[in-house]
């Protein structure tokens, strides 16, 4: 049994290093073609999709859709949930990251960035960015909604659709691909591979490159790599 994560490629935000998180950004020029070879070498590796499930942002859709496509694949079922949304950065979205370094230090910024469950300066409920005002999570109740998350909380809002949506296909033996973000995919490996608070945070997950994890009945890691 198979799955594939697929980071979304570069986004215009990630190219002028801004905290992204719940904005909408597309993605770059750069983006557009990682998300192209990432296809081109799922279609060269065999692979076949069953399903594929993704956020409902921009820069992770098109990436499902590109991968999809250049694997010949596009007529896949395909699930979009906000539950497979990057992390929510809170008030940092939307702020450059160096500046930011500037303003409050090195030290506090790693911590935000890293630490595994210290939360963000939170965003305001009444400011325009909110997602309250966004129609896309106008069926959630507006306490679930996040202001800002660690990547604990985002750990807890992503597994409820891991065991209710992705696990099942997997145990009915279909081959599944996860185009997300770069901590949603985090959480899922921490959960997959039972790997510590502390470790996770050194994970990084490259944009654009196809990461296959092969599972037993029991959902245990037997093999992971990334295609070449």
């Known amino acids: 049994m198979k799955l594939i994560f697929v980071r979304h490629g570069l986004s215009e935000w990630n190219k002028l290093n801004q905290f992204t998180g719940w904005m ?65 950065y809170g008030s940092l979205q939307g702020l450059n990251k160096q500046a930011t370094i500037e303003e409050f230090g ?60 992705i696990a099942p296909a997997i145990l009915d033996n279909k081959t599944v691909l996860i185009a997300a973000h770069g901590n949603s995919i985090r959480a899922l490996i921490k959960y997959l591979e039972e790997i510590s608070d502390d470790e996770i945070m050194a994970l990084e997950i490259p944009t654009g490159q196809p990461l296959v994890y092969e599972l037993n009945e029991e959902l245990i890691v037997t093999k992971k790599y990334y295609l070449d």
């Open 24 to 88: 909408d950004a597309d993605l770059s020029e750069q983006g557009y073609e990682e998300a192209r070879k990432a296809g081109q070498k799922i279609k060269d590796a065999g692979i076949n999709f069953d399903f594929a499930f993704t956020s409902v942002l921009k820069r992770a859709i098109k990436t499902c859709h590109i991968v999809l496509e250049e694997s010949d694949q596009l007529w896949v079922p395909e699930v979009k949930s906000w539950r497979l949304n990057e992390r929510h």
């Open 106 to 165: 090195p030290e506090q910024v790693q911590i935000w960035r890293r630490s595994y469950d210290t939360l963000p300066p939170l965003l305001k409920p009444d400011d325009p960015n909110s997602a309250l005002n966004d129609r896309r999570y106008a069926n959630l109740q507006k306490r679930t909604i996040p202001m800002g998350e660690s990547l604990k909380v985002t750990l807890e809002r992503v597994i409820p659709f891991w065991e209710d949506h």
